[in-house]
């Protein structure tokens, strides 16, 4: 009987060996038939094991040329990119410059003025006493003229870029705002438009004050409108505010194409943009077409399209200069729906979706002691007391 059992033992275990080296040969084989990858990974061709043979830059500019060179060769680990700018053909698309030309000032004479004005302070003795003593004032609208006419204007394009300004009135262009735009509401100049910041409908319920930096005998045509104020169409606006052949910065002696309108952004809707564009004319416009009777109170007559517009005189005329705002709802909005464009309010609800809550678990682990309190029915209930 031992002997049997040692044999059936051997069996058994010659049949699983066998097997075993069976499954190992068709593992093998399935692995061997895999498709083998689409290059070389990066640094593959690098012998790790002798790094003092592999070549020497001697210098970070020969290190960074062949960097740069390595960089710019196709690699298949990077065709993410590929996939991405073929499921989305606009996304690689390069935008255009439409604004006036940028000349570059020259960089030699400006770290040369530089230093000449730092050379002067360091010897100025008053200067010294005033900084030792943390007297020293620095007057805030000279910083201010000094951003306006070095890296402003690149500021406010990527601001502009950043909420969307450009995409939404000017489709795939751009432009570089060079000349800046100073616009006050309120008698005292309280409330001013920057880049961005919030007024309320209440503030900017009259037409501001406009200035800005123009040559004499320039033309100029100023825009206020709204890419998300309409009420039926996703890409229309509403022109608020258009005024053509401004003569230099006065903007009353211009023509008024469209009247002011107060901004009434919609009850429910949120922050709105409301953008000023101005526009710098190489000569008389005719802008016969644009002129609506004053007062114009039809939001369809309003009915406005930036880009529409700027293509019609693209040749005529050269965006310079942005600024725009943001406003919501408040109760000056309903006076002006009632009292201005005599019509209904239109409020706007948010429809909250009820609370979603993961299927209950018999037994749950790490969950604090009120767990069971998010899948009552919601009723009142009695706890035993009958």
């Known amino acids: 009987m031992a002997l049997r059992g040692v044999a059936s033992v051997a069996r058994r275990n010659s049949a699983d060996l066998w097997f075993r080296n069976v499954r190992t040969f068709v593992t093998t084989v399935h692995l061997c038939r895999r498709v083998p990858p689409l290059g070389p990974m990066p640094n593959e061709d690098i012998d790790v094991s002798s790094l003092e043979s592999l070549e020497k ?16 060769q196709p690699a298949w680990w990077k065709s993410y990119r590929s996939y991405r700018d073929a499921a989305d053909p606009e996304h690689g698309a390069e ?3 439409i604004g006036l030309p940028y000349r570059v000032s020259n960089r030699r004479k400006e770290v040369k003025e530089r230093s000449q004005v730092m050379k002067n302070n360091k010897r100025s003795v008053e200067l010294e006493r005033a900084a030792r003593l ?3 004032k620095v007057s805030l609208d000279r910083v201010q003229d000094t951003w306006e006419k070095t890296s402003g204007p690149f500021h406010v394009q990527r601001i502009a870029d950043h909420y969307g300004v450009f995409r939404d009135l000017f489709a795939d262009a751009y432009f570089l705002p060079q000349v800046t735009l100073r616009i006050c509401y309120g ?3 309280a409330a001013r438009v ?3 910041n919030r007024l309320t409908p209440s503030q900017a319920a009259s037409p501001p004050e406009v200035s800005f930096d123009a040559e004499p005998g320039s033309l100029w045509t100023l825009l206020l409108t709204s890419p998300d104020e309409h009420l039926q169409e996703t890409r229309a606006e509403y022109v608020h505010w258009l005024v053509g052949n401004v003569p230099g910065a006065a903007v009353q002696e211009g023509e008024e194409l469209f009247h002011y309108l107060p901004p009434f952004p ?6 709105q943009r409301f953008v000023y564009v101005l526009f710098k004319q190489e000569g008389l416009v005719d802008f016969q077409e644009e002129v609506r009777p004053s007062p114009c109170l039809s939001l369809q007559e309003r009915t406005f399209r930036t880009l529409d517009f700027y293509r019609k005189h693209q040749d005529r005329m050269t965006p310079a200069g942005l600024a725009f705002f943001q406003s919501q709802w408040d109760e000056s909005v309903t006076d002006t729906f009632h009292g201005v464009l005599c019509m209904k309010e239109p409020v706007f609800e948010f429809i909250r979706p009820p609370v979603y809550h993961p299927p209950q678990v018999k037994y749950p682990h790490g969950q604090p002691l009120r767990y069971l309190d998010r899948y009552r029915d919601g009723r009142e209930h009695t706890y035993g007391i009958y």
């Open 57 to 72: 830059y001697r210098s970070f500019t020969r290190y960074f040329r062949a960097a740069e060179e390595a960089q710019n």
């Open 95 to 97: 935008r255009v410059d």
């Open 134 to 136: 943390r007297t020293l």
């Open 187 to 189: 008698r005292d100049g």
């Open 194 to 196: 920057h880049h961005g």
């Open 266 to 271: 919609a009850r429910g809707t949120g922050f």
